[in-house]
C-alpha cells in the first residue's frame, strides 16, 4: 500500500485529505508543521513515503523551505505543493527546486487523486 505524508497547519484540511486518501488505498502519515516533518525524517533517517503533499503557506517554515531542504537529499521522492494563495513566482519556484506539482486550493477531488496517483506511480 502506498504511503503518502501530508503536512499541512490547516487540521480540517489535514483531516479531509488524511480520510480522503484513506478510504483510496493509501497509508497516511499526517504533520501540523514543516519542523514536525523534518524532525520525523531525522529521527528515522529517511523520507519514508511515495509521496508528500504539502502546504505552501505555514507559520515558522514554508513548504518551499522544506522542499528545498529535502529535494538535496531525497530527491526521488515527489512533492506535491498545494496552496490557498499562489503566485505565479511560487509556482514557478516550486518547480526550479523540484516539486512534482503545485495546486491550488480548492481543488477537485479527483484532482488530487490523480497527481497523487502519478506521483506515487512514478516514484
Known amino acids: ?39 520525523r525524517v531525522a529521527v528515522s533517517g529517511i523520507l519514508d513515503c511515495d509521496a508528500l503533499l504539502m502546504d505552501v503557506r505555514m507559520p515558522n517554515m514554508d513548504g518551499l523551505q522544506i ?12 512533492v506535491l505543493l498545494m496552496t490557498g494563495h499562489g503566485t505565479m513566482n511560487d509556482a514557478v519556484q516550486a518547480i526550479k527546486l523540484g516539486a512534482f506539482d503545485y495546486l491550488t486550493k480548492p481543488f477537485p ?7 497523487i496517483g502519478r506521483a506515487v506511480s512514478q516514484h
Do not use: A, W
Not at 522542499?67 to 537529499?73: D, G, P
Not at 477531488?109 to 497527481?115: A, G, P, Q, R, S
Open 109 to 115: 477531488l479527483h484532482k488530487i487523486l490523480e497527481v
Open 1 to 39: 500500500m502506498p504511503t503518502v505524508f501530508i503536512c499541512d497547519d490547516e487540521v480540517e484540511i489535514l483531516r479531509y485529505l488524511e480520510k480522503l486518501l484513506r478510504r483510496n488505498g493509501y497509508t497516511v502519515e499526517t504533520f501540523r508543521h514543516g519542523h514536525d516533518l523534518l524532525k
Open 67 to 78: 522542499l528545498k531542504q529535502l529535494s538535496r537529499e531525497y530527491p526521488k521522492v515527489p
